[in-house]
């Protein structure tokens, strides 16, 4: 098994917190976010990690990790990046990160021991967590439901119905080998334009659509916390 981390875009909400550097270089009680993600994986036995790059590269310490460029990420999306890795995901099963979000290393290992070609780690107790980044949760929230096999059934839509919110998708998941062949015949059909705008709840939305690929899902209780906005980064930070 594998880590790719998908650190490619700049992150321009955070302004000035990114001018001359990623977002995932950001500090969290003097550590870099994605050096969290680097331990979290490693305390995992995943010692076979990936980066996947784009803006600002040469300010991320590439030793020891492998490289994946993605050199059109200032018009790409998250989607096009992950592709830019498949050279792994084709052969290993692999565990991909979002690079600006912090979590505990019990995230890696729960999402690691579920079974399925295509997991989804989400948390189920994400309103706690939104009412302290957001006035009104609902504004950024997206649909979030599962079947009782614990297979996706809806993600990624805007609502204020917080009914059909049993979560929040939380920029990690699983795939295998098998997962990515599915993966790949269903991007066959996309055009290059879709697929480069394409972000990733969008692509999983549309994925389980009218078709009988299968997303599992399983949850994660310990804390997290994800950094879109300034606000976000320095109310990680207050809580210690």
């Known amino acids: 098994m594998k880590g790719i981390i998908l650190a490619a875009g700049r992150g321009s909400r955070m302004r000035s917190f ?9 500090l969290y009680k003097n550590k870099t976010l994605i050096n969290y993600t680097i331990e979290n994986l490693k305390k995992n036995n995943i010692n076979q990690i990936g980066i ?13 990790f492998k490289e994946f460029h993605n050199n059109n990420w200032k ?13 792994w995901l084709k052969k290993s099963t692999c ?28 948390d189920p107790n994400w309103l706690k967590l939104w009412r302290k980044r957001f006035k009104d949760p609902t504004k950024d929230a997206e649909t979030f439901e ?11 839509s805007k609502t204020n119905n917080l009914d059909i919110i049993n979560g929040q998708y939380m920029g990690i998941f699983k795939i295998t080998p098998n997962g990515w062949l599915k993966i790949k ?25 009218g ?6 899902v ?22 210690n």
Do not use: H
Request: net charge positive; charged share 30%; aromatic share 12%.
């Open 75 to 87: 018009r790409t999306s998250i989607l096009y990046s992950l592709i830019c890795a498949q050279y």
């Open 185 to 209: 015949k269903y991007l066959r059909g996309q055009t290059i334009k879709n697929i480069k705008k394409m972000d990733m709840t969008n692509f999983f939305s549309e994925f389980i659509t």
């Open 18 to 26: 990114t001018k001359d550097k990623p977002k995932c270089l950001n």
């Open 95 to 122: 565990i991909v990160s979002y690079s600006d979000i912090f979590y505990e290393e019990s995230a890696i290992r729960k999402i690691k021991e579920k079974k399925g070609d295509i997991v989804l780690l989400y």
């Open 211 to 216: 078709s009988e690929n299968k997303i599992k």
């Open 146 to 156: 599962f079947d009782s096999k614990n297979n996706l059934t809806s993600i990624g």
């Open 218 to 239: 399983v949850p994660y209780e310990g804390f997290w916390f994800e950094i879109d906005r300034i606000s976000d980064l320095k109310i990680l930070n207050s809580k």
């Open 52 to 64: 996947v790059t784009g803006y600002k590269r040469k300010k991320i310490n590439l030793q020891n």
